[in-house]
């Protein structure tokens, strides 16, 4: 059997390359039928697909190992030839939007093929490749930055993952220690950090400016794809958390300090939540493992067949390790039929979370693999971010498996940081479109701009005194703002989606996972809002949504005596 490890990446020849998709589109321009043009379509999805495959190959082998010369070059020629393959993408969305067989071509691909063409051609131009490829440069430096942490704790050398579990230590001196440590690590770079982040912005409103934009917020809105929501609705949903979330965010923060014992809860202390310690794996990473294939098997058909795929082409990466890059994520690698999870597990809940989380977005791709349109097979990004949280609540029946008599603790926890994860989202978001809504900002400004933002959306917060987080550099931690701007909304949109199949699951398991099955068929075939539609969930936009899931959050987290557990 083939595994990931055979999976073959060869270096793609662009000039080849633009020569094939050239002569190509000309033949499409010239077509006088529309299946003449769909045949086309077919041979262009073809070499999309041969592309990212090999792109995702660096990708994924550059992540696992930074200090891998070859794919770290790889990954470099990448970020140079990224934007001359998103030119050719952008003539082909040019000629397909202006077919005269348009109606038929929109018969046979979707109309949501189109409203994507749309979009890629007004977030793109030829003529600021130079400063694509300059933003994909400097994305990959933070991200290689960060990779490059070793931290010198408990006599060990760790990265910044490896120092998670020391952050949630009953032991209150270990856990301001790590934090430290942690941030330590920032200050100590901080001018990296800043010089990045400040070449980043500038380059990205240099791109909106070329566009024609006034500022990046629109070019970054177009380049994840909104179709049928603006800047104004997503306001609009930052001022809802603010008004049904934080209040009950801050609630939760002082039943965690009185359930710890502190008088004070400082952000140090965020990280623990029971004096006896929190809900972690009752086992190493192969037993987790284990038990994930016997919930995926007991869960669905669907998600069994899916499972021991993953297993047997041996399509995981999971645990941390030194020169390994921070995070988690799933992608997915088209010539092999293949998705694709990274992680860092370190022995805290989390590596169950990523083993539903990241499975959710597995299993999305997994059902919608065979599709036939490419932009189809992921939905766009708010929509995708549904399917691995909500992921995480249909599985809770399987919990015990994992946390054994710490169950209860483990979904005490789970729930009420769902909620708590809310505000600093929003907060998260609203720091972006202040920043690109100002470029300007110098980096103390720009940490300026995020403490009032914490106490907006965070007013519970205390650093007790570290002095990075106390001038507002956290943000610097948060991969999104640096190398995807403008995602992190799309958790907060995704989480209200999740908690309402939460709360659809605790009522009818099945129905739920029904629904849930519906939208991962759906794949990106339509969009966000369309696709809440298919699922039969709320759009998080509306009035009262983030109440309707929030009511019966709160009575249940109520219900439960979390001093006891």
Same mark, same amino acid.
């Given at each position: 059997m083939v595994t990931f490890k055979d999976y073959k990446y060869t270096r793609p020849d662009m000039q080849a390359l633009k020569h094939q998709w050239h002569g190509l589109l000309e033949t499409f321009r010239t077509s006088d039928t529309s299946d003449g043009q769909n045949e086309v379509i077919v041979e262009l999805n073809r070499l999309a697909e041969d592309y990212s495959t090999q792109e995702n190959l660096v990708y994924i082998r550059a992540s696992v190992d930074t200090n891998d010369e070859y794919y770290q070059k790889e990954r470099d020629y990448f970020d140079e030839i990224g934007p001359e393959f998103e030119d050719l993408n952008t003539e082909f969305y040019k000629a397909l939007v202006s077919s005269r067989f348009r109606s038929e071509l929109e018969e046979r691909w979707g109309t949501q093929l189109f409203a994507i063409a749309d979009q890629k051609i007004r977030s793109f131009s030829s003529s600021v490749i130079p400063l694509l490829q300059e933003e994909n440069k400097l994305s990959s430096e933070y991200s290689k930055l960060v990779a490059s942490a070793q931290i010198e704790f408990d006599g060990k050398t760790l990265t910044l993952a490896q120092l998670v579990p020391y952050t949630q230590s009953t032991d209150r001196k270990i856990r301001k220690s790590a934090v430290e440590a942690a941030f330590g690590f920032y200050a100590a770079h901080q001018d990296r950090f800043n010089d990045i982040y400040d070449r980043l912005v500038k380059t990205r409103h240099n791109i909106a400016e070329a566009l024609g934009y006034d500022d990046f917020v629109e070019v970054g809105f177009?380049?994840?794809?909104?179709?049928?929501?603006?800047?104004?609705?997503?306001?609009?949903?930052?001022?809802?958390?603010?008004?049904?979330?934080?209040?009950?965010?801050?609630?939760?923060?002082k039943r965690q300090a009185e359930?710890?014992?502190?008088?004070?809860?400082y952000f140090y202390d965020e990280g623990l939540n029971f004096t006896d310690g929190n809900a972690d794996p009752a086992g190493p990473p192969e037993w987790i493992i284990e038990n994930g294939k016997k919930m995926y098997e007991e869960l669905s058909p669907e998600t069994s067949e899916f499972f021991h795929f993953m297993l047997e082409h041996e399509l995981m990466d999971l645990e941390a390790k030194k020169g390994k890059e921070g995070g988690g994520y799933c992608t997915f690698i088209d010539n092999y039929r293949s998705p694709f999870i990274f992680s860092n597990f370190n022995g805290t809940s989390h590596d169950i979370d990523v083993l539903t989380h990241e499975a959710g977005h597995a299993f999305q791709v997994y059902s919608s693999r065979d599709i036939g349109v &490419?932009?189809?097979?992921?939905?766009?990004? *708010? !929509?995708a971010e549904i399917h691995s949280m909500s992921m995480e609540f249909i599985t809770w &029946?399987?919990?015990?498996?994992?946390?054994? *008599? !710490?169950?209860e603790k483990y979904k005490f926890t789970h729930l009420s940081s769902a909620l708590l994860f809310l505000p600093y989202g929003v907060a998260v978001d609203e720091?972006?479109?202040?920043?690109?809504?100002?470029?300007?900002?110098?980096?103390?400004?720009?940490?300026?701009?995020w403490k009032e933002l914490e106490q907006k959306y965070l007013p519970h917060r205390d650093y007790g005194g570290i002095p990075f987080l106390e001038a507002g550099g956290i943000w610097q931690r948060q991969s999104h703002i640096y190398e995807v701007p403008f995602y992190y909304i799309d958790y907060c949109l995704a989480q209200i989606c999740a908690l309402q199949f939460w709360k659809k699951s605790r009522e009818d398991h099945q129905a739920a996972w029904d629904d849930y099955l519906r939208l991962c068929r759906l794949g990106g075939s339509k969009p966000f809002l369309e696709l809440l539609d298919g699922a039969g969930l709320a759009s998080p936009f509306d009035d009262g949504c983030i109440e309707s899931v929030t009511v019966p959050i709160r009575e249940w987290l109520d219900s439960i005596d979390d001093r006891s557990l």
């Open positions: 177009l380049r994840m794809n909104r179709i049928g929501y603006d800047r104004k609705m997503v306001q609009n949903f930052r001022d809802q958390v603010k008004e049904h979330v934080v209040p009950i965010a801050t609630e939760l923060y359930r710890i014992g502190v008088d004070k809860l &490419p932009e189809y097979i992921w939905p766009t990004t *708010e !929509a &029946p399987w919990m015990e498996l994992f946390f054994k *008599e !710490a169950t720091f972006q479109q202040r920043i690109y809504e100002n470029p300007q900002l110098s980096p103390e400004e720009r940490n300026g701009v």
